[in-house]
């Protein structure tokens, strides 16, 4: 299946036409399955309290957790042995899908928050923390075969043009921490996707769990995050997205990189 292009198909149907052990690393970002818009009472029709999207129409938790089982079956498949993954997810469901990952084959390692500086303010009549915080679980096929260590400071300030990116500085060696600080998606970057992802929380884990000329998959690309980090990073990529509407926004951003 050609790589370096959104495949404007489902991702059950894509990902059944790629071969075994193909892939380096997964990076996804699946429809979370609004829970609580749809099943508690009182947050039910409160469209100011919870968004809801087109993309997003499970009718139940368990046709979305068994949805999301068999898209992760399939990517154990096409991971080569020590690839890693990464899966946003709700709160609702991170601990559903940590477990998830495990059970379908992979080791589950950790969960990572973004702090989102910029959240859409909460409506404080309903009495609502602001949904500042979003998660990812990390996840790998046996042991990680990549890890390019990266400094606090690089996570924290990551800058992405790639102009910025040759030039950045190296810093000293610390920990790397299981969050990272940065605003929602914002400027020039933006697209009409509603739930399109800024690169600044993509490139840095691309960045460390792959290599150059690494094949990055994303089930679910959207307007094309995935693909576009991944391109300013020397690494190929292959995805599936069902809107052409959204295939056509990442094809533009990806001819926007020189
Ligand atoms: C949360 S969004 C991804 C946003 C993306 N990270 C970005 O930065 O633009 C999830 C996407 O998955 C797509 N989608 C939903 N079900 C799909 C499926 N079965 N196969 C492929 N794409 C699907 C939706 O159309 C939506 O654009």
Redesign the pocket.
């Known amino acids: 299946m050609e790589t370096n292009k959104i495949h404007n198909i ?3 149907e894509g990902l059944k036409l790629l071969p075994d052990a193909c892939v380096d690393l997964i990076f996804t ?3 979370y399955y609004q829970y609580r818009a749809q099943n508690v009472q009182g947050l039910k029709n409160h469209k100011d309290v919870i968004t809801e999207f087109d ?1 997003d129409g499970f009718k139940s938790e368990e046709e979305y957790l068994l949805f999301m089982e068999e898209v992760l079956a399939e990517c154990f498949r096409v991971c080569k042995p020590g690839a890693s993954g990464y899966l946003w997810c709700g709160d609702d469901f991170v601990s559903y899908l940590n477990r998830m990952v495990e059970r379908v084959g992979f080791q589950f390692r950790k969960v990572i928050h973004w702090h989102k500086t910029n959240p859409f303010p909460a409506i404080y009549t309903r009495k609502m923390y602001a949904n500042s915080m979003e998660m990812m679980v990390h996840f790998s096929k046996g042991k990680p075969k990549t890890w390019n260590h990266k400094t606090v400071n690089e996570m924290h300030n990551f800058i992405h043009s790639p102009e910025e990116y040759s030039n950045r500085a190296e810093t000293d060696l610390h920990e790397i921490p299981n969050f990272i600080q940065t605003p929602i998606c914002m400027g020039k970057e933006r697209t009409k ?1 509603k ?3 800024p690169l600044k929380v993509c490139l840095p884990f691309i960045e460390i769990s792959s290599n150059e000329g690494d094949l990055i998959l994303d ?7 995935t693909a576009v980090a991944s391109k300013m990073l020397g690494r190929n990529f292959i995805g ?4 052409e509407e ?1 295939c056509q926004f990442a094809e533009k951003r990806l001819q926007e990189i020189v």
């Open positions: 489902s991702c059950l970002d699946p429809p993309f996707h739930t399109q992802k089930p679910f690309m959207g307007s094309g995050s599936y997205e069902l809107s959204y």
